[in-house]
């Protein structure tokens, strides 16, 4: 059983920064991928960026490439969403969630966070 919880989303202007943290309770966190999803109002969920588990090997949606990055620090249970360059776009609730499996890119989550606003005014 893991239980999430994101933190650090708020309020920015466009080409700013911010960073999420996504702090995991429970044991053997090294062993779950992590992704992070956003939502926007009317839009379905979408898939930003994940991290394996056990290799680290991060991915990043084609919208977010070059701009978010990915880590992780197994000794505090937490990953981190590293967001530079933020877009009106990327205005949305940004949710992180863990799955046992190694892919990325899964519909497959098991545990979800509560979510973290992120707001970008242009």
């Known amino acids: 059983q893991v239980a999430l919880v994101e933190s650090g989303g708020g309020l920015v202007q466009a080409g700013g920064s911010l960073r999420l943290s996504c702090v995991a309770s429970?044991?053997?966190?090294?062993?779950?991928?992590i992704g992070w999803f956003r939502q926007a109002p009317g839009k379905e969920r979408e898939f930003v960026a994940g991290?394996?588990?056990?290799?680290?090997?991060?991915d990043a949606a084609d919208s977010v490439k070059g701009r978010f990055t990915m880590s992780r620090d197994n000794a505090k249970n937490t990953v981190y969403l590293q967001m530079n360059s933020l877009k009106a776009e990327d205005t949305a609730v940004y949710y992180c969630?863990?799955?046992?499996?190694?892919?990325?890119?899964?519909?497959?989550?098991?545990?979800w966070g509560q979510g973290t606003q992120v707001t970008v005014s242009s």
């Open positions: 429970g044991r053997f966190f090294s062993t779950y991928t």
């Open positions: 991290i394996s588990r056990i290799s680290s090997r991060t």
């Open positions: 969630a863990a799955r046992l499996g190694v892919r990325t890119r899964s519909n497959e989550y098991t545990y």
